[in-house]
């Protein structure tokens, strides 16, 4: 009998990718403008944020969203455009799209 409670599936890989796009945002200075604009956040906000239940929800959300964004920051980090999708279809609707 286990006796501790279990985290979330996948949930540290998310979070994981989350912070990768944070970095390569912080790389990428239209791009961090453009999130910026479009979520309401301002850039000094960011890193207080990356604890926020809703961080990783956010920035693969902003990356998912948009393709040749996704395909950039894709290729850039040698990470598969899928990966991102299932991570982004997992916090919005709670599975990888494999279902």
């Known amino acids: 009998m286990q006796h501790f409670q279990e985290e979330p599936e ?3 890989s998310e979070q994981d990718l989350a912070i990768a796009i944070l970095v390569w945002l912080s790389r990428e200075p239209e791009m961090l ?3 910026c604009a479009l979520s309401g ?4 906000q960011l890193r207080a944020l990356a604890g926020d239940p809703g961080f990783a929800r956010a920035m693969i959300g902003f990356i998912a969203g ?6 950039a920051f894709c290729s850039d980090n040698g990470i598969a455009p899928e990966t991102v999708s299932r991570a982004w279809q997992r916090l919005e609707y709670g599975h ?3 279902e």
């Open 10 to 12: 996948n949930s540290a």
């Open 33 to 35: 403008s453009r999130f």
């Open 41 to 44: 956040v301002e850039a000094g």
């Open 66 to 71: 948009h393709e040749p964004t996704l395909m």
């Open 96 to 98: 990888g799209g494999d």
